[in-house]
């Protein structure tokens, strides 16, 4: 499964009271770089048809990003089944190579007009 990444630099409305990336945009950079994995690999008859929901994040922190760290997002899918997709994101530092949080988190796919899981077919699976 390959992974997808991209760059962002941290800015000052990215900071708590610390000084450091807030937990919670942690969290919209995971569901960010999940999002746009998805709307790259999938066609827009796809994306129409199924709509991602999470069932469950698992994040740990290892280290702190600061104000204009340069940021590479990586995701991958590591696990399918049923309805259930895990994807990683590993968030590190760029330019130190430091890793700064890795998350997993279970992705449910449901149809979008009855909100009920389906079974992820093969040709999503094949995507990634």
């Not at 937990?23 to 008859?45: C, F, G, T």
């Not at 760290?69 to 997709?85: A, V």
Request: proline share 4%; aromatic share 8%.
């Amino acid at each position: 499964m390959l992974p997808y990444s991209i760059k962002l630099t941290v800015t000052e409305k990215d900071l708590d009271d610390l000084r450091h990336v807030n937990n919670v945009r942690y969290l919209d950079w995971i569901q960010q770089i999940s999002k746009e994995h998805w709307q790259y690999k999938a066609d827009e008859s796809l994306q129409k048809q199924f709509v991602w929901v999470v069932r469950k994040h698992s994040i740990i922190y290892h280290s702190a990003a600061k104000l204009n760290d340069q940021l590479l997002l990586e995701t991958e899918i590591i696990n399918s089944k049923g309805p259930i997709s895990v994807r990683r994101v590993i968030i590190k530092d760029n330019k130190a190579a430091k890793l700064v949080v890795t998350s997993e988190t279970d992705w449910c796919l449901i149809n979008p007009v009855s909100m009920k899981p389906v079974r992820i077919p093969d040709s999503i699976k094949n995507l990634f």
